[in-house]
Nanobody
Framework: QVQLVESGGGLVQPGGSLRLSCAAS????????MGWYRQAPGKERELVAG???????NYAESVKGRFTISRDNPKNTVYLQMNSLKPEDTAVYYC????????WGQGTQVTVSS
């Protein structure tokens, strides 16, 4: 059974930082690409960042230079370091693995507000 469990969300002031974590189980983590998506109220879910099994990364234009995705294969965990946060980054953030039918985590709320 594949499970993705996100953590690390919360309330932060503009300009602040957060680090999200996603712990995976039920898959051979090291051979799977991973991704972070987000969905703001009234908007469609969008890709924020992805990382291949080899460590190649890609980012949405809106977060380039501010967010960093990384993975720790021995810990079966993918991270999203978010710096210089803006109010428009407010959303529920989801972890995703394109294994089989694709699996999502339950999401973690990130709110950027003063």
């Amino acid at each position: 059974q594949v499970q993705l469990v996100e953590s690390g969300g919360g309330l932060v002031q503009p300009g602040g930082s957060l680090r999200l974590s996603c712990a995976a189980s039920g898959i051979i983590f090291s051979i799977n690409p991973m991704g972070w998506y987000r969905q703001a109220p009234g908007k469609e879910r969008e890709l924020v960042a992805g990382i291949t099994r080899g460590g190649t990364t890609n980012y949405a234009e809106s977060v380039k230079g501010r967010f960093t995705i990384s993975r720790d294969n021995p810990k079966n965990t993918v991270y999203l370091q978010m710096n210089s946060l803006k109010p428009e980054d407010t959303a529920v953030y989801y972890c995703y693995v394109p294994y089989g039918p694709g699996y999502w985590g339950q999401g973690t709320q990130v709110t950027v507000s003063s």
